[in-house]
């Protein structure tokens, strides 16, 4: 017995125009929530300016790999200019600016002395049992805290 292709119905040709449609319209709303990510920076803000729930752009980063690549191509533009930011704040003499670039890109010089103080303290502060330090242990190795 051999079998044929059935001829595509009207049906299947309305449900394929329907499918092109759908997907027509989800690249424009993506295309219309990155505009709004663009101006407020945050996910949150972009799905309430929008209309678009968090859902739905959570669904967009699985399925949608195009988009996914949009949203980092935009996240490190963004990036890059609030580096460019940072280094005009330290050209001007920004205390604030300076640290914050020094602990973040010299961690080792300007990082040990903080480390070193939250170190005392929870040394001074926190008494606890064997049992506790072990589960505490266990808790770090299973990635839980």
């Known amino acids: 017995m051999t079998t044929s292709k059935m001829p595509k119905t009207k049906s299947d040709k309305s449900d394929k125009k329907t499918e ?17 990510y663009l101006k407020y920076w945050t996910v949150a803000a972009a799905c309430k ?8 752009y959570y669904e967009w980063l699985k399925k949608y790999p195009d988009f996914v690549k949009q949203i980092e191509e935009e996240k490190k533009q963004q990036i890059e200019y609030v580096e460019s930011k940072l280094y005009e704040a330290i050209q001007k003499g920004n205390l604030t ?3 914050f670039f020094l602990k973040n890109r010299a961690r080792q010089k300007w990082g040990a002395e903080e480390r070193r103080k939250v170190e005392e303290e929870t040394t001074y502060k926190l008494k606890l049992t064997d ?3 072990t589960e505490i242990k266990k808790l770090i190795k299973e990635g839980k805290i």
Do not use: H, M, P
């Open 131 to 133: 049992d506790q330090r």
């Open 49 to 56: 300016s929008t209309g678009i729930n968090r859902d739905t």
């Open 20 to 36: 092109t449609l759908i997907e027509k319209r989800i690249r424009e709303n993506q295309q219309i929530w990155v505009e709004e």
């Open 97 to 99: 600016a300076i640290i």
